[in-house]
């Protein structure tokens, strides 16, 4: 079974900085997505981020990218340019690809949650 | 608008008495699930459905039971509720042909006195 490790329950930057967040994640399959969503107050899931492991190339998003080190496992997000909307929960995930079958198919692993707060 | 509808957002209820928090989405997704998200846990799953009439557990499915009669709906039943079910639970569906990711609920605060 897959398992998502977020190591950083908390962290805090300031308005206009960087920051990153880390996530680790075992598998044994070759072929995967992993994403990052964030949780705002409202509690709504905002799919932030999604990469496929198959592309080398590290995903971006305007202010968010990410650093995906596949041998590694590890996936870590940066967030350029704070903004106080940022401020949120941010999970990790890990899916396995489509033609996965069994029970895997169509489930999301999920990180424990890391908790941002940007200070102004 | 594309969308999954939980409903409550908010329910309060006492140990033992049976509840149904109702999912409906509407973009004809064959695959819906249901999670619950805990602290320092994250969110894991409880159910899940890849199409009408087929359901099958998740990681975590005791003191839980899911129905998948018609494809929008997907309601979570608890039978006897208990406090350690005390948690934010969320819906989200997906479509199993086209390459989009899953939709979430606004989710469901549920408090088990």
């Known amino acids: 079974a897959q398992t998502v490790t977020q190591s950083q329950p908390e962290m805090s930057v300031q308005e206009a900085e960087t920051v990153t967040l880390s996530c680790t994640y075992d598998?044994?399959?070759?072929?995967?997505?992993l994403f990052w969503y964030k949780q705002p107050p409202s509690r709504q899931m905002i799919l932030v981020i999604r990469?496929?492991?198959?592309?080398?190339q590290n995903a971006t998003e305007n202010r968010f990218s990410v650093n995906f080190q596949k041998a590694a496992k590890s996936f870590s997000l940066k967030i350029s340019d704070s903004q106080l909307g940022d401020a949120a929960m941010y999970f990790c995930?890990?899916?396995?690809?489509?033609?996965?079958?069994?029970?895997?198919?169509?489930?999301?692993?999920f990180g424990q949650g890391t908790i941002l707060t940007v200070h102004p | 608008e594309a969308q999954v509808t939980q409903n409550p957002r908010y329910l309060i209820t006492v140990t033992g008495k049976k509840l149904t928090v109702t999912c409906s989405q509407n973009?004809?997704?064959?695959?819906m699930s249901w999670y619950r998200q805990d602290p320092g846990l994250g969110l894991r799953q409880i159910y899940y459905?890849?199409?009408?009439?087929?359901?099958d557990k998740g990681d975590v499915p005791e003191g839980y039971k899911v129905s998948r009669k018609e494809k929008r709906n997907f309601p979570l039943i608890l039978e006897s509720p208990s406090p350690n079910q005390t948690s934010l639970y969320f819906c989200?569906?997906?479509?199993?042909?086209?390459?989009?990711?899953?939709?979430f609920g606004q989710g469901t605060r549920l408090t088990v006195v």
């Open positions: 989200a569906s997906r479509s199993l042909s086209a390459n989009t990711e899953a939709f």
């Open positions: 598998t044994s399959e070759s072929d995967y997505y």
């Open positions: 990469q496929e492991a198959y592309k080398q």
């Open positions: 995930a890990y899916r396995s690809p489509a033609n996965a079958g069994g029970t895997s198919y169509g489930k999301l692993t």
């Open positions: 973009m004809n997704h064959e695959y």
């Open positions: 459905s890849m199409n009408v009439e087929v359901t």
